[in-house]
């Protein structure tokens, strides 16, 4: 290890109270969706104290609805804030890099399934609790004080270099395109996800859509003339496992996920339906999340999961003239896969062993969504989604280490001084 090296390790250190306490305020930002522009701004003026150039602006679908990586949307955009801080050097010797993070967080769900209150942060031991501490907070507070551990020692990147914090990661990926098309590139990316110190080899795509089932509504003393759309669901329900079992089947054909359990993941994560206890209902309405390969289309993805659902329909009395209505309403992206051996990588693999006390950097494949995407497909920029330690992300008591969240953030400020150099601010 260089002595430069090891300073910028202590200065991490040094500015570990600072990282800990900004990662708490961040929390409790309630940033769900539709309402990450407080969290934004927030960051905005962070990074704006720091001096980078500011940008901020709201997704606007019609820049990039014609782009291949475009997912639909059926919510406003008006609060979907995208923030991102310029860093320009003296002089530029070295490679440009994103340091790209997510601000939304997923619903936390009934608060008394929580220990505590999930906007309000906790440490107890190595860790800190709160929704969207580790997914993914932490990550953009650790891309923060990377560049300020530089600072705190007299230097700053020889490149140009972006933090950026997008909206939308966790519904349709339009975040993230959104400041493509608005002109954001670099040499390489990183986004410190909550990947359990590890490296992301592959993800899958993903989509999103409603299935909405209809009924014949009666009086249920003549039920039997009705058609119960809460019971067709099961039809609809039966219909995407079967197309799960299908792909899981096909595992053996897609490098990187042939060794997984389970790859492919269709949830059926919401359901609604009905108007009344002594009525057959009339509808249901079910929100699902499918999982597709790297290399497979969204749409021939799509396609399959409506012939699917049609064919089901076909054989019941009701549904074969009233067939579910499939309606594509969120993440309609693709999977990617890092190649393998590319110098990001290997500059990474040596910041975290200096970071890690000699420990190899694992690579693995992840089968969720991620924004790596967007840089890898269509920004020609390899894309490092790699991050801390955690527990329970979109669940009850989500959690992320504390002394991961501080590995993570020393190798990035390393990797930061390899790939872009420093010079004397
Ligand atoms: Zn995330």
């Not at 530089?150 to 966790?170: C, F, H, W």
């Not at 067939?323 to 992206?333: C, L």
């Not at 494949?365 to 269509?378: A, E, K, S, W």
Request: proline content about 6%; overall charge negative.
């Amino acid at each position: 290890m260089t002595e430069l090296q090891q300073r910028i390790l202590d200065a991490v250190d040094a500015g570990w109270d600072e990282q800990l306490a900004f990662t708490r305020d961040l929390i409790r930002y309630p940033s769900l969706r539709g309402q990450e522009h407080t969290a934004q701004e927030f960051v905005f003026k962070a990074l704006r104290g720091r001096g980078y150039a500011m940008d901020r602006w709201a997704i606007d679908v019609d820049t990039i609805k014609d782009h291949p990586g475009f997912s639909p949307v059926a919510v406003p955009y008006d609060n979907a804030i995208n923030v991102v801080g310029t860093h320009t050097p003296k002089q530029a010797s070295g490679k440009s890099l994103i340091l790209n993070g997510h601000i939304d967080v997923v619903p936390e769900g009934p608060h008394d399934m929580w220990s505590r209150n999930p906007f309000d942060p906790a440490v107890e031991g190595d860790w800190l609790y709160g929704r969207g501490g580790a997914d993914m907070k932490a990550g953009i507070a650790a891309n923060i004080f990377a560049v300020d551990a530089l600072k705190r020692i007299g230097l700053q990147p020889a490149a140009t270099l972006y933090q950026q914090s997008v909206t939308e990661e966790e519904c349709t990926g339009n975040g993230a395109l959104s400041a493509l098309v608005r002109g954001y590139t670099a040499d390489a990316a990183i986004i410190p996800e909550p990947e359990d110190d590890m490296l992301v080899r592959a993800n899958c795509g993903v989509l999103w859509f409603a299935v909405e089932i209809k009924g014949r509504p009666v009086h249920v003393r003549e039920a039997g003339t009705g058609s119960n759309a809460i019971l067709s669901a099961w039809t609809v329900i039966e219909a995407l496992r079967g197309v799960e079992a299908k792909w899981n089947a096909e595992k053996g054909m897609h490098p990187y996920f042939e060794d997984l359990d389970h790859p492919i993941n269709i949830n059926i994560g919401k359901i609604a339906g009905g108007d009344w206890a002594s009525s057959v209902p009339a509808w249901c309405r079910l929100d699902v999340r499918a999982a597709i390969y790297p290399g497979v289309e969204p749409k021939d993805a799509a396609a399959e999961i409506e012939q699917a659902i049609r064919r089901a329909a076909a054989g019941d009395p009701f549904l074969s003239n009233s067939p579910p209505d499939v309606i594509f309403n969120g993440f309609f992206a693709k999977g990617y896969v890092l190649e393998e051996g590319t110098e990001a990588e290997g500059m990474l693999s040596r910041a975290f062993e200096q970071a890690y006390e000699g420990e190899r950097l694992k690579s693995f494949t992840t089968p969720g969504y991620l924004d790596g995407r967007v840089f890898v497909l269509y920004g020609e920029c390899p894309c490092l989604v790699f991050g801390p330690r955690s527990e329970n992300i979109h669940g009850f008591d989500e959690r992320v280490s504390l002394e991961s969240v501080r590995r993570v953030t020393k190798t990035i400020a390393l990797f930061i001084a390899d790939w872009c150099g420093t010079e004397t601010i």
